[in-house]
Nanobody
Framework: QVQLVESGGGLVQAGGSLRLSCAAS????????MGWFRQAPGKEREFVAA????????YYADSVKGRFTISRDNAKSTVDLQMSSLKPEDTAVYYC??????????????????WGQGTQVTVSS
């Protein structure tokens, strides 16, 4: 079992920045690839970014490429999502998730087995 707790969400103006953090506990955190997803009201949950177990490989959705950066600290069992140049369409509940494998994967939701409770990000125009 892996427990995941997100933090860092909030309200920010368009063009601003926000940093989300996910704290993991339970079985060995460093064995899993990790990812961030988001879900806006009335929409399906969508992939945002992922990182391999070692942190040396990442993968991003086209919609956030160049604006968001995922990173991890295995010593602290945390994975962060730095979000910059935020847009109103980035408004969603953001979820941290642990993959079944070690790599970053390609964003397929069924490859993730543990999920956090989510944190709200609201970007005002």
């Amino acid at each position: 079992q892996v427990q995941l707790v997100e933090s860092g969400g909030g309200l920010v103006q368009a063009g601003g920045s926000l940093r989300l953090s996910c704290a993991a506990s339970g079985r060995t955190f460093s064995s899993n690839g990790m990812g961030w997803f988001r879900q806006a009201p009335g929409k399906e949950r969508e992939f945002v970014a992922a990182i391999s177990w070692s942190g040396d490989s990442t993968y991003y959705a086209d919609s956030v490429k160049g604006r968001f950066t995922i990173s991890r600290d295995n010593a602290k069992s945390t994975v962060d999502l730095q979000m910059s140049s935020l847009k109103p369409e980035d408004t969603a509940v953001y979820y941290c998730a642990a993959r079944k494998g070690r790599g970053p994967g390609t964003g397929r939701i069924y490859t993730y087995e543990y999920w956090g409770q989510g944190t709200q990000v609201t970007v005002s125009s």
